[in-house]
């Protein structure tokens, strides 16, 4: 069985950075697009960023674009989140999933984790 296992998240001061990792088990995911999705308290799950085409495409939120950046390492079968100039409203639980865009935007395909907390404080 796929499963995901997200980890890195933590308390970090606004202005500091986070690096967050997406290792999957099962499956090999090499081929498809993975992404990063957050959730805040009381709010719902959103889109923040992903890899499409193997490696090479990336698509931001624009909340995060040119603060945070995604990359993957196939050998690892891991997807990384490396997260900077960290601001008080990035605090959420961070997900990671294999993705697909629909007219509604990305969303998360496959079974979701437990996700990272990620904690900014003031």
């Known amino acids: 069985q796929v499963q995901l296992v997200e980890s890195g998240g933590g308390l970090v001061q606004a202005g500091g950075s986070l690096r967050l990792s997406c290792t999957a088990s099962?499956?090999?995911?090499?081929?498809?697009?993975m992404g990063w999705f957050r959730q805040a308290p009381g709010k719902e799950r959103e889109f923040v960023a992903v890899?499409?085409?193997?490696?090479?495409?990336?698509y931001y939120a624009d909340s995060v674009r040119g603060r945070f950046a995604i990359s993957r390492d196939n050998a690892k079968n891991t997807v990384y989140l490396q997260m900077n100039s960290l601001k008080q409203e990035d605090t959420a639980v961070y997900y990671c999933n294999t993705v697909r865009l629909s007219t509604t935007g990305w969303s998360g395909i496959g079974s979701w984790g437990q996700g990272t907390q990620v904690t900014v404080s003031s």
């Open positions: 099962g499956r090999t995911f090499s081929n498809f697009p």
């Open positions: 890899l499409a085409n193997g490696g090479g495409t990336t």
